[in-house]
């Protein structure tokens, strides 16, 4: 998510509102501090990442988690 979001230029703050979500909600998502986000989040995340929210990005979501365990 981090990496797809510097690829694009963008801030936290940037994704969070093309998301509609606060910043703090959406770094929690991005640095692992919540592991369980909604699915609409993901689909709000994805959207504003320019990303198909499919089967790859909710996969490289869960790898990204794995590795802040």
């Given at each position: ?31 692992g ?37």
């Open positions: 998510m981090r990496k797809r979001r510097v690829e694009l230029g963008l801030s936290q703050e940037e994704v969070a509102n093309m998301a509609d979500m606060a910043r703090a909600v959406y770094s929690h998502i991005e640095v501090r919540n592991k369980n986000p909604s699915i609409a989040q993901m689909e709000s995340i994805a959207k504003a990442l320019k990303v198909k929210p499919d089967i790859n990005f909710f996969r490289d979501f869960c790898d990204e988690m794995e590795q802040t365990s």
